[in-house]
């Protein structure tokens, strides 16, 4: 379920009994996390045309399941272990070879299930396989007509997060109705895009999709990713431009799995927007589409290609980034092979041969790497050293084209400790950034008093943000508690102005009808970014709220 970066990183950890022992800051101990695997639900329906079901509901739980408190694996991983096992593709395995499977993955608990369809309505069960303790769970059972499939899914989905989390508190029908749910033919093209085997189908059902649901982002992100697969850059970037880097997790009252989905399918599609700006050379919308990205996950790979767009640019940052990269993942070839391409053009010849020497050590056939550690180093006597500007003709620095999100979130879900370290070496800004979009991810669902400890955890690491503060304010907004929410939001004007916390501000100020407090709060706002929408809505409310007020009682 990882790939070989983490893996090692992983390793280490375990073998490092002081750094096992290490937990988070005090202020933001983080909740260390269990794991799952969802299996295709088994058709039971004597109805044709519903097999696709059956991989609706793992797609569904990992959308509103995956957390930092449970991470739920995807549908790559549990394929890449159904392979390992001998388990072909669209085949339903028994229980004892789905047990082998969840054991293989070393997660917590697997989900099986069955659903059947009578023609009017669609009954769903779920059956939570506790790996730890070796015993299956009671089922639970959710009905519904067809149509409902979306409503079905997201009570089931509760129906499990209550077993695994006895204290999740959420009400049932709040956290159903909180779920936008997706137009079910639009679903139905969207799994059945991901079930096709030929490209074009892919971008046939996913066109579809998103057609049918023009909001529908992971859609989008699957056909940007088959038309990058296929060297179609264009719609590529078409397709992916579609999921805006604004698309952030937002706070509400009450859990909203579409957003919390919506975070990872933002930093998904612009790792993939920025590979196909990068092949179609707009090299200053690749850069920008990979820097959203590290902004928020210290990955090596987006160092990396952070790196290499830079090179492209000439800029002079490519070494940093690159040397960010080996700093994550020491083991990878590439990150030395691009830094010594870039020391070599800076005419740092020594500390080029040692990167290229470190690319070898980790991949010896390394035929690109061999040359130019030759070209450093000529034989003795004959003083030829190959121009830095032939080098540069000969190598060019190596993209990265995998995207270890999953990776990185399953040791997040498990391991704090690990964590910090990785963000120890970055910029505080994207450390903080982190726990705060954590901390949303949390609130989303449900887990009020773990977000707040990592939105305090945000506030502690960097000072300066005014995001922690307003994210608390949102937080204790959600709750009720309306006096600390100002608290929080002038502590974040303290800090310098902020639309948000302005906003926050005037919201609370028009719900108590202080009319004249919330129209500065939304003056301030439009002064600092005029075409704010929250606050033109706002104004329209508080100028309805005024001129109601100003209409003289009717007479009897």
Request: hydrophobic fraction near 40%.
């Amino acid at each position: 379920m990882k790939h070989a970066a983490v893996f090692v990183c992983l390793v280490s950890l375990l073998l490092c009994p002081s750094l096992r022992a290490q937990s988070a800051p005090a202020l933001g101990q983080s909740v260390l996390g269990q794991t799952m695997v969802v299996i295709p639900f088994e058709n039971n329906s004597p109805t044709p045309g519903l097999e696709w079901l059956g991989e609706s509901f793992p797609e569904t739980f990992h959308a509103q399941l995956n957390s930092p408190v449970l991470y739920v694996a995807s549908r790559d991983e549990r394929l890449r272990a159904c392979d390992r096992q001998g388990i072909p593709a669209g085949v339903h395995p028994s229980r004892a070879a789905l047990y082998r499977l969840a054991e293989q993955m070393d997660v917590d608990y697997a989900v099986l299930g069955s659903y059947k369809y009578d023609g009017q309505r669609l009954t769903a069960t779920a059956q939570l396989l506790d790996m730890r303790a070796e015993k299956l769970l009671p089922a639970v059972s959710e009905s519904a007509p067809l149509a409902d499939l979306g409503s079905l899914q997201s009570a089931l989905a509760w129906d499990l997060l209550r077993q695994i989390r006895s204290d999740f508190s959420t009400p049932k029908q709040t956290y159903v109705a909180s779920v936008a749910p997706i137009r079910l033919d639009a679903l139905e093209n969207y799994i059945r895009g991901m079930l096709a085997t030929r490209a074009e189908t892919k971008v046939q059902h996913y066109r579809e999709a998103t057609r049918l649901n023009p909001d529908y982002a992971q859609a989008w992100l699957e056909l940007g990713k088959t038309y990058y697969a296929q060297r179609a850059y264009e719609p590529a970037i078409a397709a992916l431009s579609q999921i805006q880097q604004s698309s952030s997790i937002p706070i509400s009252g009450a859990v909203t799995s579409g957003a919390v989905m919506s975070g990872a399918v933002v930093r998904e599609a612009n790792f993939y927007l920025g590979l196909a700006a990068y092949a179609h050379g707009d090299f200053a919308k690749s850069e920008s589409a990979f820097a959203f990205v590290a902004a928020r996950l210290p990955l090596a790979e987006v160092y990396n290609n952070l790196g290499v767009v830079a090179a492209r640019r000439g800029q002079k940052k490519a070494a940093e980034y690159f040397e960010r990269a080996i700093q994550n993942d020491p083991s990878d070839a590439d990150y030395h092979f691009n830094l010594g391409v870039t020391l070599t053009l800076a005419g740092d010849r020594a500390a080029a041969a040692r990167e290229l020497r470190a690319a070898l050590d980790h991949r010896p056939n390394d035929a690109e790497a061999r040359m130019m550690l030759d070209s450093q180093m000529p034989p003795a006597g004959t003083g030829a050293i190959v121009p830095s500007s032939a080098v540069s003709k000969a190598a060019f620095e190596r993209i990265k084209t995998n995207y270890e999100e999953d990776a990185f979130r399953q040791l997040t879900t498990q391991m704090q400790g690990w964590v910090e370290q990785q963000f120890a070496r970055s910029d505080p800004r994207a450390h903080a950034r982190f726990h705060v979009e954590r901390g949303k991810e949390l609130l989303a669902h449900g887990f009020t008093a773990e977000a707040e400890a990592e939105f305090r955890h945000a506030a502690a690491i960097d000072p300066s943000s005014t995001a922690p503060f307003t994210a608390l304010a949102e937080d204790f907004d959600a709750r009720g508690d309306t006096r600390e929410a100002r608290a929080q939001a002038e502590a974040a004007l303290r800090i310098r102005e902020s639309t948000e916390a302005y906003l926050i501000l005037a919201r609370l100020d028009l719900r108590e009808n202080r009319m004249e407090a919330a129209a500065q709060s939304i003056n301030r706002v439009l002064q600092l970014e005029p075409g704010n929408p929250a606050a033109q809505d706002l104004k329209r409310t508080l100028t309805a709220k005024l001129a109601e007020k100003a209409q003289p009682l009717s007479k009897p």
